[in-house]
T-cell receptor, first 114, second 113 residues
Framework: GAGVSQSPSNKVTEKGKDVELRCDPI?????LYWYRQSLGQGLEFLIY????????KSGLPSDRFSAERTGGSVSTLTIQRTQQEDSAVYLC????????????FGPGTRLLVL | GQQLNQSPQSMFIQEGEDVSMNCTSS?????WLWYKQEPGEGPVLLIA?????ELTSNGRLTAQFGITRKDSFLNISASIPSDVGIYFC?????????????FGTGTRLKVLA
């Protein structure tokens, strides 16, 4: 597609359930980021993938959060045993290597944990 | 996580007025970015700044990289209704890697026609 796509656009889940959020980056972009945006807040860095290098997971808030990137393209962010404080918009972005300032963001997945 | 101080948090202005917002940090940054986010969308990059003192324009938008490297401002001239949205600053400093940006908390702009 022309831009970064994310699915689902909205997700409501019960506390304790696992959720998977998907990101399809722009074709040819080797860098991929996940951010979390809580209500009224800025973007919080979660994880960064670049090509075949080991991802930078330093922003993941707990071990309930994990992410994978298969084949250097699609990425999945998994949150296990969701908590109410996990409710937020999860944004994915991609960029060309060496042009990390020009991140193209997807529309986000709005997660609500009841 | 660590965030920048961005002000004002929100503002209502009349169409045609000029707007100014700024971002400050306790640490030095090498790059400053300004993004705009509209409802239901991801942020879109408006302006990128790479050198202290740099002044860059994008249409009616002008942004400057502060001399101290700890601040940046964004001006919007002659605002129009479609300027409505949340404006975020983001900075990248002397940290390992060049990809990790710290984002401000946003300035919510509402333009009254």
């Amino acid at each position: 597609g022309a831009g970064v796509s994310q699915s689902p656009s909205n997700k409501v889940t019960e506390k304790g359930k696992d959720v998977e959020l998907r990101c399809d980056p722009i074709s040819g972009h080797t860098a991929l980021y996940w951010y979390r945006q809580s209500l009224g807040q800025g973007l919080e860095f979660l994880i960064y993938f670049q090509g075949n290098s080991a991802p930078d997971k330093s922003g993941l808030p707990s071990d309930r959060f994990s992410a994978e990137r298969t084949g250097g393209s699609v990425s999945t962010l998994t949150i296990q045993r969701t908590q109410q404080e996990d409710s937020a918009v999860y944004l994915c972005a991609s960029s060309f290597p060496g042009r990390e300032e020009t991140q193209y963001f997807g529309p986000g997945t709005r997660l609500l944990v009841l | 996580g660590q965030q920048l101080n961005q002000s004002p948090q929100s503002m209502f202005i009349q169409e045609g007025e000029d707007v100014s917002m700024n971002c400050t940090s306790s640490s030095i940054f090498n790059t400053w970015l300004w993004y705009k986010q509209e409802p239901g969308e991801g942020p879109v990059l408006l302006i990128a700044l790479y050198k202290a003192g740099e002044l860059t324009s994008n249409g009616r938008l002008t942004a400057q990289f502060g001399i101290t490297r700890k601040d940046s401002f964004l001006n919007i001239s002659a605002s129009i209704p479609s300027d409505v949205g949340i404006y975020f600053c983001a900075g990248q400093g002397n940290m390992r890697g060049t990809y990790k940006y710290i984002f401000g908390t946003g300035t919510r702009l509402k333009v009254l026609a």
